[in-house]
């Protein structure tokens, strides 16, 4: 992570995600918050009724981790969780970044992470498709959104020639789909790590070149063409950017496009409403300034709206008027100095990541766990909010959330049946080996079995809606 040049919100988002101590766990399904009465609703009923009231004190219930392949039912929620892998107590397994599909198309593959090395395991059997021996070359893989067996990534920056390459899981045949002139050289893979469109034509980073500068770029896959070409400091910091007076040029935190591909997107390391500074929005033909969406760099994700046009930025807003952490939403593309949010609702500071890869209209939010204070609403839960207002509750997480590998980073596939996120379930094991934390990828199937009563079906046959007003 670079260097904030923002020390105050440096150290508030330290304190949103990083924070977090072992999860609690307790035998009763509700807990007192100051100020209310105790919910006496026993864990049975709340999960038959369905959790869709995000002021609802619940704790979890102790339950034993199931091993590799089992699952183990929340009490609370009623929902399944299906463990992934048995990754032990000398390594890790988790699933890739929330801000981007862990599921291939068909949701029959999974992309996952296991000490330290990509690998693809079938979701149904959890049989090993692909491992280090296969992956060790790639970086920044992604699903293809329409190609169900395909990963798109580029190659290892091991020469000179920078490659976009697709690989077959099934088969483990690579081939290169695109090599990039001079002078470009090797990928900057974290810059480079974000979605690429629903449509799988484009996709967006940012490179070396030969001369030493940095080409923030955006790629049509179909045609093979690229589009939008900013060189950092000849085009940007030689233009419309003013050098960090601490830092210097500062550089992009990620570099991707829109959810439909209208846009490249730039979320840059500084805060801030001058170029250069905060979410940026450009043309990804041209490469022309379009607007700013927001003027922080915390995490969020990128998504679209129930209309099925509108593209939005989702993030945990830090100043809401009431002094608390906020959920909201910011649309694309911006405005000259900073688009406005638009609040869906406060919540204690247990912000930790969002997943808007699913159906349009709803995003996966995780929070951590803190029993230190008190049992919060929504305190380590994974939950869907939807950018009505309201939101359906789906399970407790169960991480102490020690270390990087693992925070829970709930993500959603695209057609909203799946959930996968990562956990420990409470160990708190964060010392050497896994200095980052030893935990395991879950799953919970969202379509395998009956909604609750008071969920009413979308056409996304696997994603619960709730109605508006229960905020």
Known sequence: MKPFPNPILAIALCLLLF????????????????????????????AAQGLTDPDLVVTPVAVTAPAAGGSVVDPVFGSSLRRLTESGSSGFATHIYSQLQAFSADNQYLLLIEDEWYTVRRRETL??????????????????????????????????????????????????VFTFPAPYERIRSNQSFDEISRDGRFLAGMASLSDG??????????????????????????????????????????????????????????????????LETFDIATGAFVGRVYDGHQHGDLGVMADGTTEFFMTYELYHPS????????????????????YLRTLDWLGDHISCQGPAGVCLITTIADGSNGWQPLEGELFLQYLDGSV????????????????????????????????????????????????????????????????????????????????
């Open 323 to 342: 002094g608390n952490l906020a959920l909201g939403y910011r649309v694309l593309p911006g405005t000259a100095t900073v688009q406005d949010p638009v």
């Open 19 to 46: 924070s977090a101590v072992a999860c609690t766990t307790v035998a009763s399904a509700t807990t007192e918050r100051p100020g209310l009465p105790l919910p006496a609703t026993p864990a049975a009923e709340l």
């Open 127 to 176: 049989a090993l498709l692909l491992d280090a021996s296969d992956t060790a070359s790639w970086n920044a893989p992604r699903w293809h959104p329409s190609q169900a067996n395909t990963i798109i990534h580029f190659d290892d920056n091991a020469d000179t020639t920078l490659r976009v390459q697709f690989t077959d899981v099934t088969t483990g045949q690579t081939s290169t």
């Open 213 to 278: 500068d940095q080409m923030l770029f955006s790629l049509n896959i179909e045609t093979g063409t690229l589009g939008a070409e900013l060189r950092l400091s000849a085009n940007l910091y030689g233009g419309p950017c003013a050098p960090d007076p601490t830092w210097g040029e500062v550089e992009p935190d990620w570099v991707g496009v829109s959810p439909l591909a209208n846009y490249l997107v730039v979320q840059w390391t500084r805060d801030g409403t001058t170029r250069c500074s905060g």
């Open 392 to 471: 359906a509750r789906l399970a407790h997480h169960r991480s102490s959330g020690c270390g990087y590998w693992v925070q829970p980073r709930g993500s959603l596939s695209r057609d909203g049946r799946f959930v996968i996120f990562a956990t420990d379930w409470g160990s708190g094991n964060c010392s050497s080996p896994v200095d980052l934390g030893a935990g395991d990828p879950y799953l919970i199937d969202l379509g395998s079995s009956g909604p609750p009563p008071n969920f009413i079906p979308t056409a996304w046959s696997y994603l619960p809606f709730v109605v508006a007003g229960t905020n």
